[in-house]
C-alpha cells in the first residue's frame, strides 16, 4: 500500500484515536503505521520502540496496521514480536476485529495464519471478529471465518450474535448477510444484545424484508426483551406501519406488555404517530391499559395534546377486559 494522503492520514489517525484529543500523544510508531511509512516502521522496530504498546485509548501498532490495511507493516511487526492477539483499549477488540471491521481479508488472512482467535473479543463494543465483519457487510470475510470453524451463534458485544449485528444495516447487505448465516445454522431465536433479538433489531432498523425472512425461518413474532420490548412495539416506536402489519399478520400480540409495562400503542402515542395509533386502534389496541408509569395510553394522549390522536381514542370504547397479551379483545368504533 502506498504512504496515505495528508487527508486520509489525518482520517485514520483520528479514527485510531476515537476522535478524542490524544492524537498528539500517539507514540512515533503507532504514527508511522497508520500512515504507512515502512521505512521509518523498519526503523523504529530496529530500535526495540514499543511493538506492543497500548496506550489509554488506542490499540497497539497491529491494531494500527490492521485498520491503515497494510500487509506489509502487519508483517513486519509480526516478525519483531507483535501479539496476534492483543487487546485494544477503549475503542478495540483484537486486530482481527478491526481487520474484519474494516474488511481487510489479506491482514484478516495474514493473522489468521499467525494464529489469531477467531472468539478473543478484547473489549470490542461489536463483539468478535466474526459480529464485526457482519456488522460491516464484509461476506466474504463472514464466510472465511465459518468455513474455518468460528462461532455463528457466539454471544458477545452489544449485539448479542453475528445475526442480530448482520440486520443492523442497509437491506440489501442485511439481507444477503442474513441469508447467509441462516443458511449456515444460525439460531434465529437467540436472544439478547441491545435489540433484545435479531427480530427485534431487524423490526428497529426497518427492514421489511430481512423481517419477512426472519419470521419464515422462525423467528419469535412475540420474542421479548431489548431497549424495545416486543417486535411490535419496535415497529411502533419507529412508526413502521408495514412491519407492524406483517407482525399482526403473523400473530404478534397486539396488547403484549414489554418489562417496563408499555405496549405498541402506547409507544405509538407517546412518538405522536397518528396513523399507527389509527391502525393499532382498528386492530384491537386497548387504550386504557396502564403503562410501566400507571398512565394509561388515553391520559397520555391528553397530556401530548395531539387532537388527532385524541380523536382516534375517543371512538374506541371497549366492550370487555383485556389481558396484557391481548386475549379477548373486543372493541368498537363509535
Known amino acids: 500500500m502506498e504512504n496515505l494522503t495528508a487527508f486520509e492520514y489525518f482520517f485514520l489517525l483520528q479514527t485510531f484515536c476515537g476522535f478524542s484529543n490524544n492524537v498528539s500523544e500517539l507514540p512515533t510508531l503507532h504514527a508511522a503505521v497508520l500512515r504507512g511509512d515502512v521505512p521509518t516502521v523498519t526503523a523504529l522496530l530496529a530500535q526495540n520502540l514499543g511493538v506492543n504498546e497500548c496506550g489509554s485509548e488506542h490499540g497497539t501498532p497491529l491494531h494500527a496496521a490492521a485498520l491503515n490495511g497494510n500487509v506489509e507493516i502487519a508483517a513486519l511487526l509480526l516478525g519483531n514480536g507483535a501479539e496476534v492477539d492483543a487487546p485494544g483499549k477503549k475503542y478495540y477488540g483484537t486486530p482481527l476485529e478491526v481487520a474484519a471491521f474494516n474488511g481487510h481479508k489479506d491482514i484478516v488472512m495474514l493473522l489468521l495464519n499467525r494464529g489469531a482467535k477467531f472468539n478473543a473479543a478484547g473489549e470490542a463494543y461489536e463483539g468478535t471478529p466474526l459480529h464485526a465483519a457482519c456488522l460491516n457487510g464484509h461476506d466474504d470475510i463472514v464466510e472465511l471465518f465459518l468455513d474455518n470453524g468460528a462461532d455463528i451463534n457466539a454471544e458477545q458485544g452489544a449485539y448479542c450474535t453475528p445475526l442480530q449485528a448482520a440486520v443492523y444495516q442497509e437491506e440489501e447487505d442485511a439481507l444477503r448477510l442474513a441469508k447467509l448465516l441462516l443458511g449456515k445454522g444460525a439460531d434465529v431465536n437467540r ?82 404517530h397518528e396513523e399507527m395509533v389509527n391502525y393499532l386502534l382498528q386492530k384491537g389496541a386497548n387504550p386504557d391499559l396502564q403503562s410501566g408509569e400507571l398512565v394509561d395510553v388515553r391520559r397520555l394522549a391528553a397530556e401530548k395534546g395531539n387532537s388527532t390522536i385524541i380523536k382516534h381514542m375517543s371512538r374506541i370504547k371497549f366492550e370487555a377486559p383485556i389481558s396484557s397479551a391481548g386475549l379477548s379483545t373486543v372493541a368498537t368504533t363509535l
Open 191 to 272: 436472544k439478547g444484545g441491545e435489540a433484545g433479538s435479531p427480530l427485534q433489531a431487524a423490526v428497529s432498523y426497518g427492514n421489511i424484508d430481512v423481517v419477512q425472512l426472519l419470521l419464515d425461518s422462525g423467528a419469535d413474532v412475540n420474542a421479548s426483551g431489548g431497549v424495545f420490548g416486543t417486535p411490535l412495539i419496535a415497529a411502533a416506536v419507529t412508526n413502521s406501519l408495514s412491519i407492524a402489519e406483517l407482525l399482526l399478520d403473523n400473530g404478534a400480540k397486539i396488547n403484549m406488555q414489554s418489562e417496563s409495562l408499555d405496549t405498541a400503542l402506547f409507544a405509538a402515542v407517546w412518538g405522536n
